[in-house]
């Protein structure tokens, strides 16, 4: 299945940083909680089960809800740019940077919620301007993508794109347990740990990533786009730009300041606009624009399970972490099997991108269910089996990334997914307020929320069902 080195290094890429970032899921949290609760307390040495009253628990939803927020700001606001410098310079100075600036962010983090008495919680928001170097999380991913569907022919990429939601969720699935052992050891342990991981990454990065980028493969004959009003690769707009990133001359002899500069930055923002509408101006791309913007409001209710179950059953946060293995083993079983069956279906004769939307409508009905179970959940089993269930539903973003390459019938991945996680990004900013003013609801010193961020997050990719039948959006026969 994986082909080239290029594949193979975008597997470790990928694997080795979801291992850093999941190692600290829990632990981020935790450490927020204790910095609350001793700023509360006036105690350093108070236990975690004196921190679980309200007040708590909503100043620990509100600040990690506005803390996802910041982080995603800063990536809204250089994802396009970064973008750019990775299709210019190649991906390997960006790739650098994401992990540097995280990493940067991350100490911060420790270091203000180890002194309580010094900073409140709330002085990590700060830290997401670290952000600012490299993009963050979106920009990292996004280009690992773009990777991916540059080295394989369109029918092709979805199914690597499999492999790597296959190699997070394995990390995924063992890293909540040894985290919750380190901390039974140290809070700060799974912190150790993941810096051990991300240096790991930059080492690889360092010594194997190329600095310029593999010349894209043509799409196979048997995979026709969708049509649209114009071809993009033929756009006179997208031609230009092309020649614009790809001619020697045009990078060298940039004026320095002046009225060429203003003219120049002009044409290039008209530039964006028209390459953007050219890549998602048919209703089949503006949809993968719109579930992917719909899908990340909804999985944020997810981000903060762990505190609904702690609060709401009394588990402790480490006993919290069977949530995610319980989803991340759905997740690869569900990544074991799909791969296999969309060869099977497309050896039978499916069209790539039908097999792909039929992916997207499953996922959609799978998800909006288990996220109506997690809301009737009376008991943390209950809702061990409902993250099972989101576990099943993480088949949903490879699906969609692999139609929208199908779709927008274009070479310039690293610019559709820069888009695509323009779209993600901007639905971070509105999904961390917005889930944590519903886990706020029905919470008070005897009552734990009333969940309502699982239900919404079923009536929202209830909405992208609905709205792909609205689109109706088709595949050829």
Same mark, same amino acid.
């Given at each position: 299945?994986?082909?080239?080195?290029?594949?193979?290094?975008?597997?470790?890429?990928?694997? +080795?940083?979801?291992?850093?970032?999941?190692?600290?899921?829990?632990?981020?949290?935790?450490?927020?909680?204790?910095?609350?609760?001793?700023?509360?307390?006036?105690?350093?040495?108070?236990?975690?089960?004196?921190?679980? %009253?309200?007040?708590?628990?909503?100043?620990?939803?509100?600040?990690?809800?506005?803390?996802?927020?910041?982080?995603?700001?800063?990536? &809204?606001?250089?994802?396009?740019?970064?973008?750019?410098?990775?299709?210019?310079?190649?991906?390997?100075?960006?790739?650098? &940077?994401?992990?540097?600036?995280?990493?940067?962010? !991350?100490?911060?983090?420790?270091?203000?919620?180890? #002194?309580?008495?010094?900073?409140?919680?709330?002085?990590?928001?700060? *830290?997401?301007?670290?952000?600012?170097? $490299?993009?963050?999380?979106?920009?990292?991913?996004?280009?690992?993508?773009? #990777?991916?569907?540059?080295?394989?022919?369109?029918?092709?990429?979805?199914?690597?794109?499999?492999?790597?939601?296959?190699? *997070?969720?394995? !990390?995924?699935?063992?890293?909540?347990?040894?985290?919750?052992? /380190?901390?039974?050891?140290?809070?700060?342990?799974?912190?150790?740990?993941?810096?051990?991981?991300?240096?790991?990454?930059?080492?690889?990065?360092?010594? !194997?990533?190329?600095?310029? &980028?593999?010349?894209?493969?043509?799409? @196979?004959? $048997?995979?026709?786009?969708?049509?649209?009003?114009? @071809?993009?690769?033929?756009?006179?707009?997208?031609?230009?730009?092309?020649?614009?990133? @790809?001619?020697?001359?045009?990078?060298?002899?940039?004026?320095?300041?002046?009225?060429?500069?203003?003219?120049?930055?002009?044409?290039?923002?008209?530039?964006?606009?028209?390459?953007?509408?050219?890549?998602? @101006?048919?209703?089949?791309?503006?949809?993968?624009?719109?579930?992917?913007?719909?899908?990340?409001?909804?999985?944020?209710?997810?981000?903060?399970?762990?505190?609904?179950?702690?609060?709401?059953?009394?588990?402790?946060?480490?006993?919290?972490?069977?949530? %995610?293995?319980? +989803? *991340?083993?759905?997740? !690869?079983?569900?990544? #074991?099997?799909?791969?296999?069956?969309?060869?099977?279906?497309?050896?039978? +004769?499916?069209?790539?991108?039908?097999?792909?939307?039929?992916?997207?409508?499953?996922?959609?009905?799978?998800?909006?269910?288990?996220?109506?179970?997690?809301?009737?959940?009376?008991? $943390?089993?209950?809702?061990?089996?409902?993250?099972?269930?989101?576990? /099943?539903?993480?088949?949903?973003?490879?699906? &969609?990334?692999?139609?929208?390459?199908?779709?927008?019938?274009?070479?310039?991945?690293?610019?559709?997914?820069?888009?695509?996680?323009?779209?993600?990004?901007?639905?971070?900013?509105?999904? $961390?307020?917005?889930?944590?003013?519903?886990?706020?609801?029905?919470?008070?010193?005897?009552?734990?929320?009333?969940?309502?961020?699982?239900?919404?997050?079923?009536?929202?990719?209830?909405?992208?069902?609905?709205?792909?039948?609205?689109?109706?959006?088709?595949?050829?026969?």
């Amino acid at each position: 299945m994986v082909k080239s080195r290029v594949q193979w290094l975008s597997l470790l890429l990928y694997t +080795g940083y979801w291992f850093a970032l999941s190692i600290i899921d829990v632990p981020n949290i935790a450490i927020v909680e204790r910095a609350i609760c001793i700023q509360h307390y006036q105690d350093p040495f108070i236990d975690e089960a004196a921190c679980k %009253r309200s007040d708590i628990q909503v100043a620990l939803a509100s600040t990690l809800g506005w803390k996802l927020t910041f982080n995603s700001l800063a990536g &809204l606001l250089t994802v396009l740019y970064y973008g750019h410098v990775a299709e210019q310079q190649g991906k390997k100075l960006v790739l650098f &940077l994401s992990i540097c600036g995280y990493m940067a962010m !991350v100490a911060l983090d420790v270091l203000i919620c180890s #002194l309580p008495f010094t900073f409140s919680a709330q002085t990590i928001w700060l *830290s997401s301007a670290l952000l600012l170097i $490299g993009g963050g999380q979106r920009v990292y991913t996004s280009l690992i993508y773009a #990777l991916v569907a540059d080295s394989l022919e369109s029918d092709q990429t979805t199914t690597q794109l499999y492999l790597l939601g296959l190699g *997070s969720n394995v !990390v995924k699935l063992i890293d909540p347990r040894i985290a919750a052992g /380190l901390m039974q050891i140290n809070l700060l342990a799974p912190f150790c740990l993941s810096y051990i991981a991300f240096a790991a990454v930059l080492i690889l990065i360092t010594l !194997v990533v190329e600095g310029n &980028l593999p010349k894209p493969k043509q799409r @196979s004959e $048997g995979y026709t786009a969708i049509p649209s009003r114009e @071809s993009v690769d033929e756009s006179p707009i997208v031609a230009a730009d092309r020649a614009t990133t @790809s001619s020697p001359t045009a990078s060298d002899h940039k004026p320095l300041g002046g009225k060429a500069d203003k003219k120049s930055a002009a044409a290039n923002l008209k530039c964006e606009i028209e390459v953007f509408y050219s890549l998602f @101006s048919t209703a089949a791309t503006f949809y993968c624009l719109a579930a992917m913007f719909f899908k990340r409001i909804g999985f944020a209710s997810s981000v903060f399970a762990p505190q609904y179950v702690s609060d709401k059953f009394k588990w402790s946060l480490h006993q919290t972490t069977w949530l %995610r293995v319980s +989803g *991340s083993g759905a997740a !690869v079983l569900v990544y #074991l099997i799909a791969p296999p069956m969309n060869a099977w279906l497309i050896k039978k +004769g499916s069209l790539p991108s039908t097999v792909d939307m039929n992916t997207i409508r499953g996922s959609l009905l799978v998800l909006a269910f288990s996220f109506i179970a997690a809301w009737r959940a009376r008991s $943390g089993v209950f809702m061990i089996v409902a993250t099972f269930g989101m576990g /099943l539903g993480e088949t949903l973003q490879p699906a &969609l990334q692999g139609f929208v390459t199908f779709a927008t019938g274009s070479q310039r991945n690293t610019r559709v997914f820069t888009m695509l996680a323009v779209a993600d990004t901007a639905a971070e900013l509105v999904a $961390g307020p917005f889930t944590a003013a519903l886990m706020a609801i029905g919470r008070t010193d005897d009552h734990p929320s009333n969940g309502l961020c699982f239900l919404a997050s079923s009536v929202q990719l209830g909405f992208c069902i609905r709205l792909k039948e609205t689109f109706k959006i088709g595949e050829k026969d």
